[in-house]
């Protein structure tokens, strides 16, 4: 605590002079239809040229770059225009650094795309400029793979939807009887109506034995209004939904390609695969068939799957987006910032103006934060904390500081290669009281008194 009547005296970070860093440095400005490139000046020759974005313009970029003695490059661009120049430079052998747009800001009044070019090739030339994560290229094209599976899952999922909605239209109360229509059982039934069943005793013999419904309660829910309209939509909606499983299952057939591409971190003939928490006999909800966990143990060299709260598809997209190589952050809090699981402070004339997260889109952090809303009722270390935090400051605090606890803990397995071990449920709530004592003890102290346990006074 500061004393009264002393200034804080802040820390001085010592500024280093601007100099020129990258003198082979170029700024791209990329946008829809157009490029505009800048280089370092050179005599009566153009610094700033345009291009268009037609393949064979790229490479006609990529040449007068390589002709202008240009090394690294940094662009500015939105959506996905940005990724073939990069992959085309980053061929040619080219450092190339995407920039978020935040650190682009250009005085006002002066905005037009050669002067935003020209101030990108200035800032990278004196290193001003840093450069979103990307991770390797074999990375990459699994990360594209994972993504595009995930499209999938989300468009397959409307079309339950509409499933649902026809089933409702003709006053089909499958929902009201069955968890999940897309189960077996719930496939089998809606495949049956299709086909012309209208019995209800018929389609409520698809019921399976571990139901909690009675077969009497199901026949009621299958006395509906059969118009044929309403038919056919669900017709419809069933061939979607079996068309987009089997896309899923062919993007899983690729996705199983590519991590046998990958040189595996561990020999599973030296160090098997740890076993799992809870034993399955299949894969569950949208998990691919073939075994992922033991895909994932191979690539990261390390079961993430022991952390309490991460699945199997959540160390999936995990690793899909961080990559392997936690050395590309220096420390863990460079890591917890570039997920935006960090707090920050903005400090205005000694008063702090905002405080919090930063606002994200990062795919990690979601997943991150998923994992941690699991776990409200995991009787494990991390559940414990989740509680805790959820009891002090509430649900989306607690989430965002379990999600936060959750990739400290990823960052320090993938670096250091080491294999999780739970504490207990009751690890945090020992700490808390040991912490409470202590205050306690201090604050007897300060008061002349002394703190003495029940049991000692038996």
């Known amino acids: 605590m500061k004393k009264p009547g002393k200034k804080h005296t802040p820390k001085v970070p010592k500024l280093e002079n601007l100099k020129h860093l990258n003198l082979h440095a170029a700024g791209l400005d990329i946008g829809a239809s157009e490029i505009y490139a800048c280089v370092p000046e050179d005599g009566d020759s153009p610094s700033v040229r345009v291009f268009q974005t037609f393949t064979v313009d790229l490479y006609a970029l990529a040449d007068w770059l390589a002709a202008c003695g240009v090394t690294t490059v940094a662009m500015e661009s939105t959506g996905v225009y940005w990724i073939p120049v990069y992959e085309i430079l980053e061929a040619r052998g080219v450092a190339v650094h995407l920039i978020n747009a935040r650190q682009l800001k250009n005085v006002p009044g002066r905005k037009t795309d050669v002067l935003d070019c020209q101030w990108?090739?200035?800032?990278?030339?004196?290193?001003?400029?840093?450069?979103?994560?990307?991770p390797d290229e074999?990375?990459?094209?699994?990360?594209?793979?994972?993504?595009?599976?995930?499209?999938?899952?989300?468009?397959?999922?409307?079309?339950?939807?509409?499933?649902?909605?026809?089933?409702?239209?003709?006053n089909v109360q499958l929902t009201?009887?069955?968890?999940?229509?897309?189960?077996?059982?719930?496939?089998?039934?809606?495949?049956?109506?299709?086909?012309?069943?209208?019995?209800?005793?018929?389609?409520?013999?698809?019921?399976?034995?571990?139901?909690?419904?009675?077969?009497?309660?199901?026949?009621?829910?299958?006395?509906?209004?059969?118009?044929?309209?309403?038919?056919?939509?669900l017709k419809q909606a069933?061939?979607?939904?079996?068309?987009?499983?089997?896309?899923?299952?062919?993007?899983?057939?690729?996705?199983?390609?590519?991590?046998?591409?990958?040189?595996?971190?561990?020999?599973?003939?030296?160090?098997?695969?740890?076993?799992?928490k809870q034993r399955r006999n299949k894969p569950k909800g949208n998990e691919p068939a073939f075994d992922l966990?033991?895909?994932?143990?191979?690539?990261?060299?390390?079961?993430?799957?022991?952390?309490?709260?991460?699945?199997?598809?959540?160390?999936?997209?995990?690793?899909?987006?961080?990559?392997?190589?936690?050395?590309?952050?220096?420390?863990?809090?460079?890591?917890?910032?570039?997920?935006?699981?960090?707090?920050?402070?903005?400090?205005?004339?000694?008063?702090?103006?905002?405080?919090?997260?930063?606002?994200?889109?990062?795919?990690?952090?979601?997943?991150?934060?998923?994992?941690?809303?699991?776990?409200?009722?995991?009787?494990?270390?991390?559940?414990?904390?989740y509680r805790r935090m959820r009891a002090k400051h509430g649900a989306p605090k607690a989430i965002v500081a379990t999600a936060h606890k959750l990739a400290r803990i990823v960052y320090h397995l993938l670096k250091y290669r080491e294999d999780y071990v739970d504490p207990g449920a009751d690890y945090y709530e020992e700490k808390y009281r040991d912490r409470a004592i202590r205050n306690?003890?201090?604050k007897a102290r300060q008061l002349g008194l002394d703190l003495v346990p029940v049991t000692a006074q038996l």
């Open 238 to 276: 069933l061939e979607l939904y079996d068309f987009y499983n089997q896309q899923i299952t062919a993007c899983d057939q690729e996705i199983e390609q590519k991590y046998a591409a990958f040189k595996p971190q561990v020999d599973l003939t030296e160090t098997p695969l740890p076993s799992r």
């Open 138 to 170: 074999d990375m990459c094209a699994l990360r594209a793979y994972i993504r595009h599976r995930d499209t999938l899952i989300r468009y397959r999922s409307a079309h339950v939807q509409h499933m649902q909605k026809a089933l409702l239209l003709m």
């Open 120 to 134: 990108i090739q200035q800032l990278h030339t004196y290193g001003l400029l840093r450069g979103s994560f990307r």
């Open 176 to 233: 009201n009887v069955i968890s999940d229509i897309t189960g077996v059982t719930g496939l089998q039934i809606i495949r049956a109506i299709i086909h012309g069943e209208r019995d209800p005793h018929t389609l409520a013999a698809y019921r399976n034995e571990h139901c909690a419904k009675s077969e009497e309660d199901i026949a009621k829910a299958f006395t509906g209004n059969y118009r044929p309209e309403h038919l056919f939509a």
């Open 440 to 442: 306690l003890k201090r």
């Open 293 to 385: 966990r033991r895909d994932l143990y191979r690539l990261a060299g390390v079961d993430l799957t022991q952390v309490d709260g991460l699945q199997v598809l959540t160390v999936q997209t995990i690793l899909s987006e961080i990559g392997l190589d936690m050395h590309r952050w220096p420390t863990v809090k460079h890591f917890t910032s570039w997920l935006g699981l960090a707090p920050y402070q903005d400090i205005s004339g000694g008063k702090t103006l905002r405080t919090g997260t930063k606002k994200t889109t990062n795919r990690a952090a979601t997943a991150f934060r998923l994992a941690a809303q699991s776990l409200h009722s995991s009787h494990s270390a991390m559940g414990g904390f």
